[in-house]
């Protein structure tokens, strides 16, 4: 298959996901950033920084290298602020190609406490396993990317962690898989401040 249909393919499957992201109330405004790694290379597709996930046409999402280069952007755009976290994920992770860093509100507010993320479900349990909280620094900035790195090498197989008043980070196979398990998170959140909530 050609580069370009190769391409084309994913710079599809990253806009769909990010509208999706977006209508499922995973994040507002313009937060949030979502890439692929493209399989057998060293090569990422971002989502364009600025721009809703809501709004992401195939064409706006960037290419970029592991040292977070431009390699293509067809219409000029800059990849998200966030690129060095995504980046530090993919090189630690040869497991992971697809990655979403959204702002679920649920787990977003439990990410203001510190803590890892309460697992009230058994499904939780099973499939999550662990959802630990790093600490806030500030977007964009080397700190978090290093914070990200280690969380990373502490519990290598997670698939997802809070990042302390900011977010959440999403890990996956693919796309699909990245997404679902952000929407786990967020789910398992809303469970347990229920469950907080009963039991008083």
Same mark, same amino acid.
């Given at each position: ?16 996901? *990010? ?9 507002? $405004?313009?937060?949030? @950033?979502? %890439?692929?790694?493209?399989? +057998?290379? +060293? ?7 600025? =721009? ?12 970029? +290298?592991?040292?977070? @280069?431009?390699?293509? *952007? ?5 990849? %998200? ?13 040869? #497991? ?6 959204? &702002? ?6 439990? *990410?203001?406490?510190? @803590? ?6 058994? %499904?939780?349990?099973? =499939? ?5 909280? =790093?600490?806030?620094? @500030? ?7 290093? %914070? ?8 290598? $197989? ?6 302390? +008043? &900011? $977010? ?11 997404? &679902?398990?952000? #929407?786990?998170?967020? &789910? ?13």
């Amino acid at each position: 298959m050609k580069r370009e249909t190769i391409l084309a393919y994913y710079r599809e499957e990253l806009s769909k996901y *990010s509208r999706i992201a977006f209508e499922r109330g995973l994040v507002g $405004g313009t937060g949030g @950033n979502l %890439s692929l790694r493209i399989p +057998d290379t +060293d090569t990422v597709l971002i989502t364009p920084t600025g =721009i809703s996930l809501g709004e992401i046409q195939p064409a706006m999402n960037v290419l970029v +290298d592991l040292e977070g @280069n431009i390699v293509e *952007s067809p219409l000029g755009y800059k990849g %998200s602020k966030e690129t060095t976290f995504h980046l530090s994920a993919y090189r630690l992770r040869q #497991d992971v190609l697809a990655i979403a860093h959204l &702002h679920p509100p649920y787990a977003t507010a439990y *990410s203001c406490t510190g @803590n890892p993320l309460p697992l009230a479900t058994v %499904s939780a349990r099973v =499939i999550l396993k662990s959802v630990p909280c =790093i600490p806030c620094f @500030n977007p964009g900035s080397k700190e978090l990317a290093d %914070s990200v790195a280690a969380a990373l090498k502490a519990e290598p $197989g997670i698939k997802a962690l809070l990042m302390q +008043d &900011h $977010g959440i980070l999403a890990l996956g196979a693919d796309m699909n898989a990245a997404f &679902h398990t952000a #929407d786990l998170v967020e &789910h398992t959140a809303q469970v347990a401040y229920i469950l907080k909530g009963i039991q008083g």
